[in-house]
């Protein structure tokens, strides 16, 4: 397990590039276990890819690129607004759940 350090989040690409792989590759196939693999690999790579992870006081907060539900849409996959919607908010929380466990923080 990785030490984690938040000044040193601040370059986490330089510091977690290993630790945020092994994160966001958990939150994939957790979300892919439960949803159209098409429609989470348009979030992975449509919106995921922009994603931003940030440490804020105790937790992980990660910043999607502007406007998810149309990067998702202009992947081509098929599927209702709403639900893409909750997808991609449950993605994030997921996402967020997995680089709390990836550092060890979350209890």
Avoid at 51 to 70: H, Q, T
């Amino acid at each position: 397990m990785t030490e984690f350090d938040p000044e040193r989040f601040e370059d986490k690409y330089e510091h977690y590039f290993a630790e945020l792989q092994t994160a966001y590759r958990g939150a994939f196939e957790a979300m892919n276990d439960r949803y159209d693999s098409e429609l989470v690999h348009a979030i992975d790579q449509g919106v995921l890819a922009e994603s931003e992870p940030f440490w804020e006081g105790d937790e992980f907060r990660v910043e999607l690129p502007e406007d998810p539900v149309a990067r998702v849409a202009a992947t081509g996959v098929l599927v209702d607004e709403d639900h893409a919607r909750e997808v991609v908010d449950e993605y994030v929380d997921r996402l967020e759940a997995e680089l709390l466990a990836v550092f060890d923080l979350d209890g």
